[in-house]
């Protein structure tokens, strides 16, 4: 599975993001940019999540996940997502 960020802009300010995990992640991502027309003076920049960060605590009770942080690169629709 798959992570996926849309980080929309407006007039060059940038207004959020939505994360997208699913199996049909890149489907999803189109839905979102074509909600964010460029006529209205949006942009939107796709990012996809290559590596994570975990930070863990281990104690008497086991092994505790405190944060994840996921790691993001730019992408675009030509790449295969596996």
Known sequence: MKNFR????HQRQLL???DIT????ADSVGLVCARFP?????????LLAE???RLLECGR?????LSRQLHYRPWSEQEVVE
């Open 6 to 9: 849309v980080q929309v802009w």
């Open 16 to 18: 959020g993001h939505f």
């Open 22 to 25: 699913e199996t049909r992640g």
């Open 38 to 46: 460029q006529s209205l003076g949006f942009r939107t920049e796709v």
């Open 51 to 53: 590596e994570e960060s």
């Open 61 to 65: 009770d086991g092994v505790k996940l």
